[in-house]
Structures are given as C-alpha cells and as structure tokens.
C-alpha cells in the first residue's frame, strides 16, 4: 500500500517536471503515459539538458 503510494507521487512529480520542461498536457493525456515512460522521459530531459547547458541557457535568456 506505500508503495502505490509512492508511485502516485512519483509519478505526479515526474508529469509536473514535464509540464515545466514544455511538454504539452494533451500529449500527455492523449498518450495515456506510463510512470516507468514519464520518468524515462523526465531522465532523458535532465540528461539533454545537462549535456547541452551552454545553449540551454543561451536560449532561455
């Protein structure tokens, strides 16, 4: 029962980096995501970004 729970927010967590990194709600919704796809993907975002910080933060200025 912890951990259903743990997932829940595990996964609440990884859709609102989502949503913050730009990725469209409906996509999300429409995709019907998994927790294990929505924290590869969360991953594979904090990973491009790190990798490509320089432009990252040209791009946000």
Do not use: C, N
């Not at 990884?14 to 969360?42: H, N, W, Y």
């Not at 904090?46 to 990252?56: A, G, P, Q, T």
Request: hydrophobic share 35%.
């Amino acid at each position: 029962m912890q951990q259903q729970g743990y997932k829940a927010v595990q996964m609440h967590w990884d859709i609102m980096k989502l949503l913050s990194f730009g990725v469209d709600e409906k996509f999300l919704t429409e995709s019907k995501i998994t927790p294990e796809q929505a924290r590869d993907l969360v991953k594979g975002l904090l990973y491009l970004r790190e990798r490509y910080k320089d432009e990252y933060q040209q791009q946000q200025q």
